[in-house]
């Protein structure tokens, strides 16, 4: 069983930078995807971006294209999303996802029914 714990969430001030850490144990496959999700108040769980398993292709929400960037240390079985220019509507609990069968195509468009492993969630909140 895949188990993920995230890490480095916070409260921040809007224009501040903020990085989570997701850190996966369990992993008995030779790839897969992973991405973060988040809970708020406004627009429920939303994907936040994805890497789909061997490719390593990744792909974001509309909404953090070009502030958010998701990566991933193979190796240590960890990802990571680094969140720039951070702004009040990011505040939420954010979740590590993984998944090793989904497809391409649900990876992209980040359905949370595609993602078999959750993480317990990290609170981040920005300050205005």
């Known amino acids: 069983q895949v188990r993920l714990v995230e890490s480095g969430g916070g409260s921040v001030q809007a224009g501040e930078a903020l990085t989570l850490s997701c850190q996966a144990s369990?992993?008995?496959?030779?790839?897969?995807?992973m991405g973060w999700f988040r809970q708020t108040p406004e627009k429920g769980r939303e994907g936040v971006a994805s890497i789909y398993a061997g490719s390593g292709r990744s792909y974001y929400h509309e909404s953090v294209k070009g502030r958010f960037t998701i990566s991933r240390d193979i190796d240590k079985n960890t990802l990571f999303l680094r969140m720039n220019d951070l702004k009040t509507e990011d505040t939420g609990t954010y979740y590590c996802v993984a998944d090793p069968w989904s497809p391409e195509q649900h990876i992209r468009a980040m359905s949370a029914a595609a993602f078999q492993f959750w993480g317990p969630g990290v609170r981040v909140t920005v300050s205005p």
């Open positions: 369990g992993v008995t496959y030779s790839s897969i995807s």
